[in-house]
């Protein structure tokens, strides 16, 4: 593999070298007030980025699969019943960390490629008013599949149900529209190294009133991820533990990146990268495995390659021959898909490179796709009209 080029794996996406900069800093004191003045704007930023005026963050050092737990553990007791759909790989991981906390769970089935079924949700919900929070998946990383959350919310509201709503963000928040107060979400959940454009090593969540309010009725034991803790630790300017300051000042300054280009330029420059992705895989007479447009994510394009094809050496051979990493197909999809990520720092001629790429690699193994077809659809994309500028300069 090959430093000098791009990834298109979803996530760890590519840093732009002034943040990869801001994570590299000296040693600092983590208890004098100078952390204060990089945690304090991180956080702020965070919130402004996620569309919260009202809702609480909290930084762990961890994943979003920590961001998972911080949302169970924070507000729900053992045998709590929750309601969560199972679509794709992570929605399965998220029910499966349920399941070992002891967790009551009604699960949904959809095929691998759908998305969340609103009426479905509604529906439980009417069935089971015991049910205490609903489990949404935005953007299923594994199958390239968005789901309304906004409609999600309408089912609960419908259904009369007082369950709170959790929603992992981990591959669209900072990438593609998210609403926390005007969707009704009472915990999101993400992580540094996806739209954020940082490495691994940061949870973010942001709750609401209510569920920080169900913090002290809940059973489930956390230590290391008690956000009363936490929020003890902001007040003070610091953390309940030795905090990661490179990552957070990271955080900052990608915060301070994105709301200067502007939460709508940044949604509008990963829609117009992703419908370049589109065209090209409609090119070479592929399919995505989302199964309908209003599904498509604009962070990721899982690619269904022909029956009998197994998709993993594709991957392994782009890496090899070229030095380019695309994503594996996971789960029920595994082998029969490779994922092209199309998120964080990512312009037009970068995307065209992963296209190529990929084009290259699919004639190497065999598959009839037509020399330069990809590229050449994807070129009319981003040539178009009104297609927005660069990301802001580094």
């Not at 008690?226 to 300051?245: E, H, L, S, W």
């Not at 690619?303 to 094809?309: A, H, L, Q």
Request: proline share 5%; aromatic share 6%.
């Amino acid at each position: 593999m090959s430093f000098q080029n791009p990834v298109f794996i979803p996530g760890p996406t590519n840093m732009p070298e002034d943040l990869r900069r801001a994570c590299d800093m000296p040693t600092l004191d983590h208890r004098s007030p100078l952390f204060g003045e990089i945690l304090h704007p991180a956080l702020e930023g965070v919130a402004k980025v996620v569309g919260t005026k009202k809702g609480e963050v909290f930084v762990f050092p961890a994943t979003g699969t920590a961001g998972w737990e911080v949302a169970l553990t924070n507000t729900l007791s053992p045998g709590d019943k929750v309601l969560a759909t199972r679509n794709g790989m992570f929605s399965h991981r998220w029910i499966d960390m349920c399941e070992r906390h002891g967790l009551d769970v009604t699960v949904i089935r959809r095929e691998w490629g759908e998305g969340i079924d609103a009426a479905a949700v509604e529906e439980a919900l009417r069935a089971d008013p015991a049910i205490k929070a609903v489990l949404a998946t935005h953007n299923e990383t594994a199958t390239g599949v968005v789901s309304d959350i906004a409609a999600v919310r309408r089912a609960m509201d419908a259904a009369g149900s007082d369950a709170l709503l959790f929603v992992d963000g981990v591959s669209s928040i900072a990438s593609m529209p998210f609403h926390f107060d005007d969707w009704g979400v009472d915990v999101a959940i993400t992580g540094s190294q996806k739209g954020f454009m940082l490495p691994p090593g940061l949870a973010i969540t942001v709750f609401s009133a209510k569920a920080a309010d169900a913090v002290e009725g809940a059973g489930l034991p956390r230590t290391f991820l008690d956000i009363r803790d936490m929020r003890k630790g902001y007040a003070a300017g610091g953390f309940p533990y030795t905090p990661p300051v490179g990552l957070l000042n990271g955080l900052n300054l990608s915060c301070r990146r994105l709301l200067d280009e502007g939460m709508k330029g940044v949604w509008a420059r990963h829609h117009h990268i992703a419908e370049g992705v589109r065209a090209a895989v409609e090119a070479w007479g592929l399919e995505l495995c989302a199964v309908s447009p209003e599904l498509y994510s604009d962070t990721v394009s899982a690619i269904r390659t022909p029956e009998g094809f197994d998709a993993n050496r594709l991957v392994a051979h782009a890496a090899t021959r070229y030095g380019v990493a695309f994503g594996t197909g996971l789960g029920e999809v595994a082998g029969k898909v490779f994922r092209i990520g199309h998120l964080g720092s990512l312009t037009e001629p970068m995307a065209l490179a992963g296209i190529a790429t990929a084009e290259m690699a699919m004639r190497d193994l065999g598959l009839e796709v037509e020399s330069g077809s990809g590229t050449a659809a994807a070129e009319e994309v981003y040539r178009g009209a009104g297609a927005p500028m660069a990301m802001a300069a580094e």
